[in-house]
């Protein structure tokens, strides 16, 4: 469907920040702003588990490897 654009590390790194991020929202009850983990966990982690990012297909860059044919 979309062209992978999103490599190892910075994939790994996208599910970690974006569990973390969700892991903050429900153990921070008493922030006010409590939205804006689970809107930037849920982007962080689907981007990471889809292995796209539109942010990096709007400028043309890309994190995965160059494959030789």
């Not at 790994?12 to 903050?24: D, E």
């Not at 983990?37 to 860059?61: E, H, R």
């Given at each position: 469907?979309?062209?992978s ?19 903050a ?22 981007t990471?588990l ?20």
């Amino acid at each position: 469907m979309f062209k992978s654009n999103v490599g190892g590390y910075d994939r790994v790194l996208r599910i970690v920040v974006g569990l973390a991020f969700l892991a903050a929202f429900f153990l921070m009850p008493d922030f006010g702003y409590r939205w804006v983990f689970i809107v930037l966990g849920l982007l962080a982690l689907g981007t990471g588990l889809m292995k796209t990012c539109p942010a990096y297909s709007l400028f043309g860059v890309s994190s995965c490897p160059m494959r030789k044919p």
